[in-house]
């Protein structure tokens, strides 16, 4: 079984966390049967943004990384107090035990940002945020990722994407790159969104 820890800070955007659970939840009844999705944070109950709480399976301080295939990271608001939890020392370090092993870490907006911080994107190509005068972009070079304007970028086992427009394709990258290109066009279909 390839199991998905969905990261979630203070402030994170719930349409962002939904699309990574609902992708890897129907293929865990309706593909391959091979994912499962499991979400930490630093509180048993994450204040999402808009309002949304979200109760999680596990504290950040109970992970063990080997138990995990792959990360997930939804963006958040800094409205909400997104980045107080996403630049967080403990946050930072989990990023960097998933790259260190090679792991896929998936991200969705300005979940970027905090892998930029953790360091693991130096030098490496990525995308974020691409509104409000480009200062997520900016924020993104200045933690010493190569900025590509593109809706969704992959550098090796790490994708990155602009926006949440891009979530649904970014949950599908990741279920195709745990699993396969045809079980990932199968659940696309079967969900609607290859029309």
């Known amino acids: 079984m390839?199991?998905?820890?969905?990261?979630?800070?203070?402030?994170?955007?719930?349409?962002?966390?939904?699309?990574?659970?609902?992708?890897?939840?129907?293929?865990?009844?309706?593909?391959?049967?091979?994912?499962?999705?499991?979400?930490?944070?630093?509180t048993q109950e994450v204040n999402g943004s808009f309002g949304v709480k979200f109760k999680?399976?596990?504290?950040?301080?109970?992970?063990?990384?080997?138990?995990?295939?792959?990360?997930?990271?939804p963006g958040g608001f800094e409205e909400y107090g997104f980045y107080e939890e996403a630049y967080h020392p403990q946050f930072l370090e989990l990023?960097?035990?998933?790259?260190k092993k090679s792991k896929i870490i998936a991200s969705i907006c300005v979940g970027s940002l905090p892998i930029a911080k953790s360091g693991v994107l130096n030098q490496r190509i990525a995308t974020t945020y691409n509104h409000k005068n480009g200062i997520r972009?900016?924020?993104?070079?200045?933690?010493?990722?190569?900025?590509?304007?593109?809706?969704?970028?992959?550098?090796?086992?790490?994708?990155?994407?602009?926006?949440?427009?891009?979530?649904?394709?970014?949950?599908?990258?990741?279920?195709?790159?745990?699993?396969?290109?045809?079980?990932?066009?199968h659940i696309k279909k079967i969900m609607g969104f290859d029309v």
């Open 137 to 185: 972009q900016e924020q993104l070079k200045a933690f010493g990722a190569i900025l590509q304007n593109s809706p969704i970028v992959i550098d090796k086992n790490i994708i990155t994407s602009w926006s949440p427009a891009t979530a649904v394709n970014v949950a599908l990258l990741l279920l195709k790159m745990l699993t396969s290109e045809e079980n990932k066009n």
């Open 56 to 73: 999680v399976d596990y504290l950040i301080s109970e992970i063990n990384i080997n138990d995990f295939d792959a990360l997930a990271i």
């Open 2 to 42: 390839k199991k998905v820890l969905l990261l979630l800070a203070k402030g994170f955007e719930s349409f962002e966390a939904s699309v990574f659970i609902d992708i890897i939840g129907w293929n865990l009844v309706d593909g391959d049967k091979t994912t499962e999705l499991y979400s930490c944070g630093f």
């Open 95 to 99: 990023i960097k035990q998933f790259d």
